[in-house]
């Protein structure tokens, strides 16, 4: 099995004293000011719920954009505080860099979001290219390099980089530090070369990657799109039986790694006395009565097919009538990327249909749909997972989907189904869930209906299995292959 404890050793005895430098642009956790007070949050990211315990374990340094409006208060003379910042033991260093608006508004929310987002899920919005944004992702991915070699300060290093915002810094950190062991993981899936070849600066994307000595995708199909790509786009050798490119005289391997959760903490917590008593709790404030729940809790985000789902939820009633007045489904979304019209314009049209289908359905003491923006603390989200029959996750094209694991980890024996996409990565590993087609609202209809049809005997026989493929399969696992093939590597 693979443990917190295989992890520690694994570090002690074979990173010795290298550094475990992880940078990522979403900090771990965030400082803002509430009524004149600082508190600490952690943001809803797949990459912060992955890689936070990994960091816990090892006493790494974490650089990220520091984005809380309180979070220059906290720092010391060198933009590092310690963290998490509620641990009366607080586990590693957060080192933050900080941007300008200009600077966040071409890199962050214009090239990161508004042109690799959607070039990389596959749900048919048109990415946008512009000039201005690639110079200030190239700027902040800069900021970002030289933030990490700072840190480094000479000394060996393992430098662990995440995901689509920081593709040009592998090779800005291999300029100044050839000796410099790199591995970058992409969070989102990585699209066919038909796809990518639009993007103006695909050549320049594709060279700053291959400077890494290691990149990891989810599955095994991004990381033939990716060495696909790279056919397309240089003059490399691409060996794709071993899965590894050498361009430049520098071989990059490239290896499918699915992410993951710590499945035994949140197994554990989701069973605890806190949680039950949240249990009670929630429902009083959220007025739950009805005897069946579904749940649903994604960032707003238009790869995760919110409005398909409600769309669905509505055949779904329509459908089977039986289910009205006894069915309720409580969404949790994560505002997010508010800045970007795309963005806002989701926000109303998700408020336009929730109140549509309430108005459709709704009887003196029930609606189906409740929606919610509030912050959960952990605890109160593993009471929401523990409540609910059926989690419904419905994203048109998403890298994994770590909700799914963290429901299937948290949900009892006794209750809980995950309806999963099918276009979701988890999909391809939680085969016991009951996937559907999200751009088809009957097919999502009659997954919920499925759901909550099965017998109880072999409900629970599919959760056993797929508690089982997670416990097996967990966030150490996933660190602990990374780490060993950059060893080997080095
Ligand atoms: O997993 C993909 C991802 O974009 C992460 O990189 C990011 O932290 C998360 O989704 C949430 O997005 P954002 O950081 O833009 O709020």
């Known amino acids: 099995m693979w443990t917190k404890e295989t992890l520690k050793e694994l570090i ?25 007070k600082i508190t600490c949050f952690r943001p809803a990211s797949g990459v912060v ?95 970002f390099a030289d933030a990490i070699l700072e840190e480094a300060d000479g000394k060996d290093a393992f430098i662990f980089l ?13 300029q100044v530090n050839p000796k410099a062991k790199i591995a970058l993981f992409w969070h989102i899936p990585w699209p066919n070369p038909e796809v990518f070849r639009i993007c103006p600066w695909k050549k320049e994307i594709i060279e700053g990657l291959l400077a890494a000595d290691l990149l990891g995708f989810h599955i095994h199909y991004h990381v033939d799109n990716f060495l696909e790509t790279v056919n397309h786009t240089l003059e490399a050798k691409v060996d794709k039986a071993g899965s590894s490119v050498v361009y430049q005289g520098i071989e990059t391997s490239v290896r499918p790694y699915p ?5 035994d903490s949140i197994e554990k917590e989701a069973a605890s006395k806190e949680v039950q008593n949240d249990i009670k709790k929630v429902k009083e404030e959220l007025g739950i009565t009805s005897e069946i729940v579904g749940i649903g809790t994604d960032r707003i985000d238009y790869t995760k097919g919110i409005t398909e789902k409600f769309k669905a939820i509505d055949h779904f009633l329509e459908t089977y009538p039986e289910y009205q007045g006894k069915f309720v489904f409580i969404q949790i979304g994560s505002l997010s990327r508010i800045h970007l019209d795309t963005y806002k314009k989701l926000n109303d049209e998700i408020n336009g249909l929730v109140e549509r289908i309430n108005w459709k359905y709704s009887s003196d003491n029930w609606s189906p749909i409740i929606f919610i923006r509030k912050y959960f603390t952990p605890t109160q989200l593993l009471a929401i997972y523990r409540m609910a029959d059926i989690c419904l996750i419905s994203s048109l094209h998403d890298g994994m989907n770590l909700v799914a694991k963290e429901f299937v980890a948290a949900a ?79």
């Open 49 to 143: 719920t992955a890689l936070d315990p990994i960091l816990q374990t090892c006493n790494g340094i974490w650089v990220a954009h520091g984005s809380g409006d309180a979070d220059r208060k906290v720092v010391d003379f060198k933009n590092r505080v310690r963290v998490p910042c509620n641990d009366p033991n607080p586990k590693y260093t957060l080192r933050r860099i900080w941007i300008n608006k200009a600077e966040e508004i071409g890199y962050y929310y214009g090239f990161s979001n508004e042109a690799l987002w959607p070039l990389c899920h596959i749900v048919y919005a048109k990415p946008k290219f512009r000039e201005s944004d690639w110079n200030h992702y190239k700027q902040i991915n800069q900021r």
């Open 259 to 263: 992410i993951s959760i710590d499945y």
């Open 12 to 36: 002690s005895d074979k990173l010795k004293d290298n550094l475990f430098i992880v940078a990522s642009n979403r900090e771990p956790y965030i400082h803002k000011f509430k009524a004149d």
């Open 412 to 490: 009892s024996e006794k209750k809980g189904m995950l309806v999963l996409s099918q276009f979701t990565g988890a999909a391809r590993e939680l085969t016991e869930a009951i996937t559907f087609n999200p751009f088809k609202p009957e097919d999502c209809a009659s997954a919920i209906k499925s759901a909550l049809s099965l017998p109880a005997k072999e409900r629970k026989e599919k959760m056993q299995k797929m508690k089982a493929v997670i416990k097996e399969n967990n966030i150490y696992r996933w660190s602990t292959k990374i780490i060993n093939a950059l060893l080997r590597l080095s």
């Open 162 to 174: 995440q995901d689509y915002h920081l593709t040009l810094v592998p090779k800005m950190i291999k």
